[in-house]
């Protein structure tokens, strides 16, 4: 009766199990299922559907009256709920509002941003080869809604932003995304804010709390500088991860929970498992897939496309706006190391914004002095954009014909020469950038012949 009046193919399954089977073959739009008796098998197939098709829409069947399971069901996907027995007129209006979810699920997928210049990629501003890279290995990441991430860089670089793409990207898009800063956050309440606590389990605990982990079941936990997390909190997590069940403060009774844990750190988590700071099976856990987002001294190409985002930001809501920076201050800004990354770019576009609004263009001369000491050097070339002679590793991998001491060599000398062209041919200076003695870089020179290459020595 349903299929005639919907005008759709209609597919039965008799159990959870053969349901699962038929989402994975089938191009399925809508699910309709019951709780499958006593055992309430049909909420357990309703957590696993987002994994299979994130776009799929789900109704459940529940028995008149039964406000316990509307709530359990409405809180596991389900976006409409039908009464058992069922009325055949409800059931169909429930069943076209369910088509109409999915179309514009689907609708709103296909309306997502990628890369591009002003928007940024789920705004994250980048078009330089690194960014890119980062972007597609981001997009593969996301897709699998179950493994962890560990995000890594430097700080100001954006930690934040990739771990909500990485959510907004995933099948757990519709969920929560909670964010903590386990550095921000005192070790003594930590735990009570992640694992929440139960009615008396503390001086002043007088109703029971949610942690943030149970806040954000069936979407993803961010849990940023996870490095700075005592050793206790750390064995707790690892259970959620493996477990995925915990116990709040005070509590006896396991909590199961269905969550994406996302941590990212800017200290080396490799050498904290080495002095015994972090526990190692949960690195390892946490590691699962790593993701790195290159500081911005690697990727000064993206600097204009930053600071014109920025500029737009900062204008809103003001009479009199800044029309950008002139090309020499451009030049100088690219020019600069950046120890603060994105951050520290951020700031001084609004500063700067604040300070010359009005004034057209922000020259060199309105910088800080900090960001125009290397105005004279010009835009230093970013790694992939190197004038220097440098080997390319990835078509000599893929064609599988190397030499691996010819290659490790070139680079050496892509390295001292980056070093020598940076430092305007002091070899000083260049080998207190490589943090070499001042004959050894010498001896290199000599020895691979690099005088050629070198730029104009100073007297």
Known sequence: ?????????????????????????????????????????????????????????????????????????????????????????????????????????????????????????????????????????????????????????????????????????????????????????????????????????????????????????????????????????????????????????????????????VAATHRDLEKAVADGSFREDLYYRLSVVPLGIPPLRERRSDIPLLIEKFVQVFNRGKRQILRGFSPEALAALQSYAWPGNVRELENLVQRMVVLHGGDGLVSLADLPEKYTAHAGAGILPEPEQSAVPTPDFHAAMEDGNFDFNVLVSDFEDRLILEALSRTDGNKKEAAKLLNLKRTTLIEKIKKKQLDSYLPQRRN
């Open 1 to 261: 009766m349903l299929r005639k009046h919907i005008g759709c193919v209609v597919l039965e399954a008799k159990n959870p199990t053969e349901a699962l089977d038929i989402l994975e073959k089938q191009d399925v739009c809508l699910v309709i299922t019951d709780l499958f008796g006593p055992k309430k098998e049909g909420i357990d197939l309703l957590r696993k559907i987002p994994t299979v098709n994130p776009q799929l829409a789900t109704i459940v069947s529940v028995p008149y009256g039964d406000r316990e399971s509307i709530v359990e069901a409405l809180k596991y996907g389900a976006i409409f709920y039908i009464n058992s027995p069922y009325d055949f007129e409800e059931a169909v209006i429930a069943t076209a509002r369910g088509l109409e979810h999915h179309e514009l699920l689907v609708y709103q997928q296909k309306r997502s941003p990628k890369i591009s210049k002003r928007d940024g990629f789920h705004g994250i501003i980048g078009e330089s080869s690194k960014m890119k890279r980062m972007f597609r290995i981001l997009e593969k990441v996301a897709e699998d809604a179950n493994s962890t991430v560990l995000i890594q860089g430097e700080s100001g670089t954006g930690k934040e932003l990739v771990a909500r793409a990485t959510h907004a990207l995933s099948p757990r898009r519709g969920k929560n995304f909670v964010p903590v800063n386990c550095a921000a956050i005192p070790d003594e309440l930590l735990e009570s804010e992640l694992f929440g606590y139960v009615k008396g389990a503390f001086t002043g605990a007088n109703q029971p709390k949610m942690g943030r982990i149970q806040y954000a079941d069936g979407g993803t936990l961010f849990l940023d500088e996870i490095g700075d997390m005592k050793a206790n909190l750390q064995a707790k997590l690892l259970r959620v991860i493996q477990e995925k069940e915990f116990e709040p403060v005070g509590g006896v009774k396991p909590v199961s929970v269905d969550v994406r844990i």
